[in-house]
């Protein structure tokens, strides 16, 4: 049986081949990449100094049978730097057996693996380090990008979703930094905390309802049984359940972008009844213009501190993973989501009507990440949900455990352990009617205004203010004297200095040990750059002195930022202070208010305040607010519309419609087409519905329903003309159609000159020698720098026995690069055949 493997593997990879240049290889592998010019001049031509950057961490797929890696070692390895190749399981093992991996066994650094060790490689490779300092770089080798023998296509895909799922994960891990800006921000108007409501709602149902396309059908069934559960929502479908006429008990938002206010304004429309719960790190716009009862999650301020009374926590990383902590800290005994979906439709509507999302049509970029639904069908989603959906079912799990139940009733929600799938209309619900208002009024009553928490918060950030401008101050004097403790060459001579930045750095970590935590925290990309991986080599006096400059440098530019947060928190508690004053100083609020462009705030004060007599001149400024304010909430075409749409352009789905055909994804180009069904630009979508319908039938065989496809993408005018003219050449080459692939490369060499050297290779074959010259020499006109097209105009010249002309061609590559042994061995060879001859 083994025997027959081997047999099946030596077929697929074919036979080990030596070329002229002394490159030994997978023949199938490879093919006849090497034939012409050696595997050196093609590495050197397409990665050039990029494999060779220190502090790097490289994952190439494929070895073009060892000849990359071999490459590789003939070099220095960079320092710092780690190269992860990997390979398809049976061409490995081939590799291995012909002896083509021997020479880098020993070599730590360089390593060649199959998909089965990537887990522990990757770990032992320190990857999120290099992710850290963003320093993870993918390529694939010829072998993968040809891939001759259909395995490295689906093992590519595979690593660059990993790679994108680990990038996303490891840079959502470090950034810290908006938290902190927004938590500061908000210190003034996080009054409240949601502990007060901890088992307010013991043994209940709650409905949580969410952004994913099922709340549509979910809608109909909340509002027909509204007083039989309590109900959350998430801020950014507020604009839906207005339209469908439901008001909320609560509403959630934990989005600390700037962009949240736009997606979730219309929940300034509910009426008293709704209450706001919100992370300490919510966007500030959101929290600073709440004009009903909020309660916030997490702690006050980000640094140890009296403030941060017991709370609820409010981690995501989505706000549905909020709302649901929250749930099961209130007590709710059944939880049942709607609109909970977590992926997508297989037409690429990521929310529900109504959403800015649906109104521009389906979203065209989607990765190929997929979960199974409820239903028991596959759809796609992305790295945020995937992540929710591990949170969710931890979550999920320990509410069952604890007693509890949560349910999900949609078909096409993504299948969860521990969440039960029960349709909506099947859930029994409680006979007795429920008033959430009631009970967090009863709960909040004695607790929601003292006067003397802005006293306290104030005296607070004045504490904070001293210690950052010390640690600014220490940070300073640390950056000055780093640079002077070594002399020109370089060299540490002062040992002096040194032990005073020794004592500095005890001050840090003892006299101000909360607070320079807090500046790491908040600067860390900055203080990350000081990371390396591995050490290979001891630090010059010039590298540690660059990253002690880089590491001050950190301190001094996070202390700066923070001061200022400090400061403008500072005002903006005065500000507050006085709106709560009996005569308070307006220009004090109104420039507050301005400032921050919580023009809301305006119509807050007035309704607290309704017999205040104010100056005409003040009340001019009030009434401008509350315009501004109301052509804020009144405003459709917002940012986040807009980069909506940008996911929507139809130019994605060239690039997403080709590496799909690349990876042969049929099913997925279908929904593909689908989504272009619903496109709002139909016209417009009709050559790319050609292109696919052409990648479709190249999948399916069919080449002649493939050129029929591609030659109406043709006729249809420019756009899409130059991946219609590359697929008819190859369809020509595949069957042998020469006249074909002549007529489509001459087109594409005048629409692009990088097409030109194909075009000559296709003259070279017809016989058209001349013509090949002139058009390889039009293009080394244009590309001067392309030394392996003016090597292959050289080859073509000594085919034509026109000597000369080869030799001023190698002679200019010597000219250019002297110790190109390629260019020599070539000169060296026709000159001794001339000889000869």
């Known amino acids: 049986m083994n025997d027959n493997n081997d047999l099946v593997s030596q077929h697929i990879l074919g036979p080990l081949t030596v070329n002229s240049f002394g490159d030994k290889f997978l023949f199938n592998l490879s093919r006849h990449n ?57 061409v490995l093992t081939a590799l291995k057996e012909h002896g083509l991996l021997a020479f880098a066994e020993q070599n730590e650094r360089v390593l060649c693996i199959s998909l089965q060790e990537w887990s522990s490689t990757i770990r032992n490779c320190k990857i999120a380090d290099y992710f850290y300092i963003n320093a993870v770089r993918s390529f694939n080798a010829f072998c993968a990008q040809d891939d001759f023998i259909n395995e490295y296509a689906e093992l590519s895909w595979n690593i660059v979703e990993v790679l994108a799922q680990l990038n996303w994960e490891n840079n959502t891990a470090i950034g810290q930094e908006a938290f902190i800006d927004r938590q500061i921000k908000n210190i003034a108007d996080n009054r409240l905390p949601a502990k007060l409501l901890q088992h307010a709602f013991s043994g209940q149902t709650v409905v949580i309802l969410a952004g994913g396309p ?28 207005l339209a469908a006429d439901i008001e909320p008990d609560f509403v959630f938002s934990v989005d600390p972008q700037e962009i949240s206010f736009d997606i979730s304004k219309e929940m300034f429309r509910f009426g008293k009844q709704t209450v706001f719960i919100c992370s300490y790190h919510a966007s500030s716009k959101l929290i600073n213009q709440w004009q009903g009862l909020m309660l916030y999650l997490g702690q006050r301020v980000p640094w140890q501190s009296q403030l941060n009374v017991a709370n609820l926590g409010g981690a995501g990383p989505t706000v549905t993973n909020a709302a649901l902590n929250v749930a099961h800290d209130l007590g709710f005994k059944r939880i049942i989501l709607a609109g909970v979906d977590l992926c997508f439709t297989k037409d690429g509507f990521t929310h529900a009507k109504g959403s800015n999302e649906q109104l521009v049509g389906p979203k065209l970029n989607l990765t190929s990440l997929q979960v199974e639904t409820n239903g028991g069908f596959l759809a796609p989603t992305g790295n945020d949900y995937a992540q929710a959906i591990k949170t969710l079912s931890l979550q999920a799990r320990r509410i069952v455990q604890a007693g509890g ?60 203010e001293f210690q950052v401008e010390s640690i600014k101050r220490l940070a300073e004097q640390a950056r000055q004297i780093n640079d002077t ?19 500095i750095e005890k001050k840090f970590k003892r006299q101000h040990r909360h607070f320079s935590k807090l500046v790491k925290r908040f600067g860390i990309r900055q203080f990350i750059q000081v990371v390396r991986p591995f050490n290979d080599e001891d630090w010059t006096f010039e590298e540690a002195k660059k990253l002690g400059n880089i590491y001050y440098d950190a301190y001094f530019e996070g202390t700066k930022k923070l001061s200022l947060l400090i400061e403008e928190a500072i005002h903006r508690v005065i500000a507050r202070q006085q709106e709560n004053e009996s005569a308070p100083d307006f220009d004090v609020l109104f420039a507050q208010w301005r400032k921050d462009k919580s023009f809301g705030r305006a119509k807050a004060w007035r309704v607290k305040h309704p017999d205040f007599e104010i100056s005409v001149a003040a009340e001019a400024l009030f009434d401008e607010f509350e315009r501004e304010f109301a052509d804020v909430l009144n405003q459709k075409d917002t940012r986040h519309l807009s980069r909506i749409k940008a996911r929507s352009n139809l130019t994605i789905v060239r690039q997403r419609a080709g590496l799909l055909f690349k990876h042969k994804k049929s099913e997925e180009l279908q929904d593909l087409l689908l989504s272009l069904d619903k496109h709002e630009q139909q016209q417009a979508a009709e050559p ?53 692939v002549h007529l489509a490369l001459d087109c594409l060499s005048k629409l692009n000159p990088v097409y030109l050297p194909f075009y000559a290779e296709i003259q070279r074959l017809q016989g058209d020698m001349l013509d090949a010259i002139d058009t ?43 110790d190109y042994q390629t260019a020599i061995d070539i000169k060296r060879q026709m000159l001794a055949n001339r000889v000869m001859n």
């Not at 096409?412 to 006979?431: C, F, H, M, R, S």
């Not at 002649?704 to 130059?722: F, H, P, R």
Request: net charge negative.
């Open 688 to 740: 790319y519905r050609y292109l696919i319908n052409g990648y479709l039938a190249e999948l399916a065989d069919d080449a002649d329903l493939a050129l029929s496809a591609y030659q109406k993408v043709i006729e249809g005018g420019e756009i899409l003309l130059e991946d219609a003219l590359i697929r008819i050449a190859r369809l020509g080459i595949e069957s042998e159609d020469i006249h074909n």
């Open 214 to 241: 099922s709340l549509d059908d979910a809608l109909p069934w909340v509002r027909l049984h509204r007083d039989r559960f309590v109900v959350f929502a998430v801020s950014r479908i507020s604009r839906q359940l």
């Open 776 to 818: 390889y020499s039009a293009y080394v006109s244009q590309f001067p720098s392309d030394t392996l097209a003016q090597i292959k105009l050289a080859m073509l010249y000594i085919e034509c026995k026109s000597y000369e002309g080869a030799e001023l061609m190698l002679d200019f590559i010597l000219s250019q690069k002297p």
């Open 34 to 90: 090497f034939d012409k010019v050696s595997s050196i001049t093609l590495f050197e031509t397409k990665f050039g100094e990029i494999l060779f950057n220190e502090n790097t961490l490289h994952v190439v797929v494929g070895t073009d049978s060892g000849l990359l890696l071999k490459y590789l070692l003939n070099k220095t390895i960079p320092k710092g730097s780690r190269y992860i190749f990997i390979e398809p399981e049976s």
């Open 405 to 464: 139940r949560v349910i999900n009733g949609s078909l096409g929600a993504a299948k969860i352990d521990g969440v039960e799938y029960i349709p909506l209309a099947e859930i029994a619900l409680e006979k007795t009617s429920i008033n959430a208002k009631t009970i967090v009024d009863s709960k909040v009553s004695d607790y929601a205004f003292k006067d003397d928490y802005l006293t306290d918060v104030l005296a607070e950030l004045k504490r904070a």
């Open 485 to 503: 403790m070594y002399n020109a060459e370089g060299v540490l001579e002062n040992y002096k200095d040194k032990r005073k930045l020794d004592q």
